[in-house]
Protein backbone atom coordinates (compact mmCIF):
# COMPACT_ATOMS: atom_id res chain seq x y z
CA UNK A 1 0.00 0.00 0.00
CA UNK A 2 2.31 2.47 -1.04
CA UNK A 3 0.94 5.76 -0.01
CA UNK A 4 1.74 9.51 0.41
CA UNK A 5 -0.76 10.42 2.83
CA UNK A 6 -0.16 11.28 6.74
CA UNK A 7 -1.55 9.42 9.69
CA UNK A 8 -1.09 10.46 13.11
CA UNK A 9 0.62 7.05 13.72
CA UNK A 10 3.40 6.32 11.67
CA UNK A 11 5.52 3.58 11.36
CA UNK A 12 8.58 2.32 9.07
CA UNK A 13 7.40 -0.25 6.81
CA UNK A 14 10.31 -2.88 8.52
CA UNK A 15 8.61 -2.13 12.09
CA UNK A 16 4.95 -2.66 10.44
CA UNK A 17 6.43 -6.07 9.26
CA UNK A 18 7.59 -6.89 12.51
CA UNK A 19 4.83 -6.54 14.49
CA UNK A 20 2.17 -7.63 12.29
CA UNK A 21 1.64 -11.93 10.97
CA UNK A 22 2.68 -11.83 7.12
CA UNK A 23 -1.26 -12.42 6.35
CA UNK A 24 -2.25 -9.16 8.82
CA UNK A 25 0.54 -7.52 7.13
CA UNK A 26 -0.97 -8.45 3.65
CA UNK A 27 -4.32 -6.94 4.60
CA UNK A 28 -3.63 -4.10 6.41
CA UNK A 29 -0.83 -2.74 5.14
CA UNK A 30 -0.95 -4.34 1.09
CA UNK A 31 -4.74 -3.76 1.11
CA UNK A 32 -4.92 -7.60 0.55
CA UNK A 33 -8.25 -9.46 1.38
CA UNK A 34 -8.38 -12.65 3.07
CA UNK A 35 -10.68 -15.78 1.57
CA UNK A 36 -14.49 -15.28 2.59
CA UNK A 37 -16.17 -17.23 5.16
CA UNK A 38 -12.59 -18.04 7.22
CA UNK A 39 -12.36 -14.70 9.55
CA UNK A 40 -12.62 -14.90 12.88
CA UNK A 41 -15.58 -12.74 13.48
CA UNK A 42 -17.28 -13.50 10.00
CA UNK A 43 -20.15 -15.03 11.88
CA UNK A 44 -19.49 -14.31 15.78
CA UNK A 45 -22.14 -12.33 17.65
CA UNK A 46 -20.15 -11.43 20.82
CA UNK A 47 -21.02 -8.21 22.57
CA UNK A 48 -18.33 -5.61 22.05
CA UNK A 49 -15.99 -3.17 20.09
CA UNK A 50 -14.29 -4.03 17.72
CA UNK A 51 -10.62 -2.31 17.03
CA UNK A 52 -7.50 -1.46 14.31
CA UNK A 53 -5.51 -4.55 14.56
CA UNK A 54 -2.68 -2.89 13.77
CA UNK A 55 -3.17 -0.10 16.00
CA UNK A 56 -6.01 -0.35 18.20
CA UNK A 57 -7.76 2.16 17.31
CA UNK A 58 -11.69 1.50 18.38
CA UNK A 59 -14.16 1.54 14.94
CA UNK A 60 -16.99 -0.47 15.24
CA UNK A 61 -19.44 -1.52 18.21
CA UNK A 62 -21.44 -4.78 18.07
CA UNK A 63 -24.55 -3.57 17.96
CA UNK A 64 -23.85 -2.59 14.14
CA UNK A 65 -22.65 -5.72 13.15
CA UNK A 66 -25.10 -8.04 10.99
CA UNK A 67 -25.33 -11.14 8.88
CA UNK A 68 -25.19 -10.12 5.23
CA UNK A 69 -23.52 -13.75 4.26
CA UNK A 70 -21.27 -12.54 1.89
CA UNK A 71 -18.33 -14.35 3.75
CA UNK A 72 -16.60 -10.90 6.02
CA UNK A 73 -18.18 -9.36 8.92
CA UNK A 74 -20.87 -6.73 8.17
CA UNK A 75 -21.33 -3.08 9.63
CA UNK A 76 -23.87 -0.48 8.78
CA UNK A 77 -21.91 2.10 10.23
CA UNK A 78 -18.40 2.90 12.34
CA UNK A 79 -17.96 4.09 15.67
CA UNK A 80 -17.44 7.67 14.72
CA UNK A 81 -16.85 9.06 10.96
CA UNK A 82 -13.53 9.98 12.19
CA UNK A 83 -12.10 6.65 13.04
CA UNK A 84 -12.32 5.78 9.30
CA UNK A 85 -10.89 7.09 5.95
CA UNK A 86 -12.37 6.48 2.88
CA UNK A 87 -10.44 6.39 -0.74
CA UNK A 88 -11.55 5.44 -4.37
CA UNK A 89 -10.67 2.38 -5.21
CA UNK A 90 -10.51 1.67 -8.86
CA UNK A 91 -8.73 -1.46 -8.73
CA UNK A 92 -10.54 -5.21 -9.76
CA UNK A 93 -12.30 -3.47 -12.49
CA UNK A 94 -14.96 -1.49 -10.94
CA UNK A 95 -15.18 1.53 -8.57
CA UNK A 96 -15.46 0.61 -4.77
CA UNK A 97 -15.32 2.78 -1.71
CA UNK A 98 -12.06 0.89 0.33
CA UNK A 99 -12.28 1.90 4.55
CA UNK A 100 -9.09 2.24 6.21
CA UNK A 101 -8.45 3.20 9.59
CA UNK A 102 -8.09 7.17 10.21
CA UNK A 103 -5.20 6.80 12.76
CA UNK A 104 -2.75 4.44 11.07
CA UNK A 105 -3.69 4.06 7.25
CA UNK A 106 -4.10 0.37 7.72
CA UNK A 107 -6.48 -1.40 5.40
CA UNK A 108 -9.85 -2.67 6.39
CA UNK A 109 -12.38 -3.80 3.12
CA UNK A 110 -14.75 -1.57 1.74
CA UNK A 111 -18.24 0.00 1.88
CA UNK A 112 -21.04 -0.57 -0.57
CA UNK A 113 -24.54 1.24 -0.69
CA UNK A 114 -27.70 0.54 -2.00
CA UNK A 115 -27.61 -3.24 -1.44
CA UNK A 116 -31.27 -3.56 0.32
CA UNK A 117 -29.93 -4.67 3.77
CA UNK A 118 -32.47 -3.79 6.30
CA UNK A 119 -30.28 -1.73 8.54
CA UNK A 120 -30.49 2.18 9.28
CA UNK A 121 -27.90 3.57 6.90
CA UNK A 122 -28.21 1.51 3.69
CA UNK A 123 -24.57 0.83 3.85
CA UNK A 124 -22.77 -2.45 4.44
CA UNK A 125 -18.54 -2.26 5.84
CA UNK A 126 -17.49 -5.26 4.40
CA UNK A 127 -14.53 -5.66 6.67
CA UNK A 128 -11.60 -8.11 7.16
CA UNK A 129 -11.67 -9.86 10.38
CA UNK A 130 -8.08 -10.39 10.22
CA UNK A 131 -8.13 -6.37 10.14
CA UNK A 132 -10.14 -6.01 13.44
CA UNK A 133 -9.79 -7.69 17.13
CA UNK A 134 -13.03 -8.15 19.24
CA UNK A 135 -12.54 -6.52 22.93
CA UNK A 136 -15.90 -8.44 24.92
CA UNK A 137 -17.82 -5.83 26.54
CA UNK A 138 -17.61 -6.67 30.59
CA UNK A 139 -20.29 -8.96 31.25
Not at 91 to 99: A, D, L, N, Y
Amino acid sequence: MKDTRMYPLTKPDDQWRAELTAAEYDVLRLAGTERPGVGEYTDTKTNGVYSCRACGTELFRSGTKFDSHCGWPSFYAPLAQDRVEYIEDLSMGSKRVEVRCANCGSHLGHVFEGEGYDVPTDQRYCINSISLRLEPAPE
